[in-house]
């Protein structure tokens, strides 16, 4: 059975970091790409950022460029997000997501970690 | 970027009706489009991959269609548990990877 189980998400103050981490099990974890989407409260579906299964091919939206970094340790089989420079629009539910290679197709998502930025 | 508009916003039926929802692209994404489920408080639920292609465990009254540049989501006959938020998401042209709007279906 497919396991995502996010930790890491918390109330953080403008400007400040956090990093997220998403822990996989049920699955070949170093062949699937792993992304994160996140929900801006009472909002839809944004995605932020996507990894392949070695690590090689990294993308983020415009959104996080530069702030956020996406990594993963497949010793590990977890996938991590570091914010940094976080704004109050980047609030959210951010959820981990898997896909079949880099083919993205979000097959199954963890349940999701909540990020508050306020001061 | 590919847009997609997803119509209508909110739909309010019954049980046993059929419920139709609608993606629109803002340009053509072959068949390479999805349908999510999300209830309320609970994570996204792939329900359609490829347009047509039902996810593993997705009920049978679920059902997709279209090419190019609209696509459809039909609900044959409405179940309580159908209350959700649908969201439809392409993959053929990313980054980024887009998602609709949403449409909220309601159960009377």
């Known amino acids: 059975e497919v396991q995502l189980l996010e930790s890491g998400g918390g109330l953080v103050r403008p400007g400040g970091s956090l990093n997220l981490s998403c822990a996989a099990s049920?699955?070949?974890?170093?062949?699937?790409?792993m992304s994160w989407v996140r929900q801006a409260p009472g909002k839809g579906l944004e995605w932020v950022s996507s990894i392949s299964g070695s690590g090689d091919i990294i993308h983020y939206a415009d959104s996080v460029k530069g702030r956020f970094t996406i990594s993963r340790d497949n010793s590990k089989n977890t996938v991590y997000q570091q914010m940094n420079s976080l704004r109050d629009d980047d609030t959210a539910v951010y959820y981990c997501?898997?896909?079949?290679?880099?083919?993205?197709?979000?097959?199954?998502w963890g349940q999701g970690t909540p990020v508050t930025v306020s001061s | 970027e590919i847009v997609l508009t997803q119509s209508p916003v909110t739909l309010s039926l019954s049980p046993g009706e059929r419920a139709t929802l609608s993606c629109r692209a803002s340009?053509?994404?072959?068949?390479?489009l999805a349908w999510f489920q999300q209830r309320p408080g609970q994570a996204p639920r792939l329900l359609i991959y490829?347009?047509?292609h039902r996810a593993a465990g997705v009920p049978a009254r679920f059902s997709g269609s279209g090419f190019g540049t609209d696509f459809t989501l039909t609900i044959s006959s409405l179940e309580p548990e159908d209350s959700a938020v649908y969201y439809c998401?392409?993959?053929?042209?990313?980054?980024?990877?887009?998602f609709g709007g949403g449409t909220k279906v309601e159960i009377k």
């Open positions: 998401q392409q993959r053929v042209y990313w980054p980024p990877l887009t």
């Open positions: 490829d347009a047509s």
């Open positions: 340009h053509s994404v072959s068949n390479y």
């Open positions: 997501v898997k896909s079949v290679g880099l083919d993205m197709k979000l097959d199954y």
């Open positions: 049920g699955f070949p974890f170093s062949s699937d790409a």
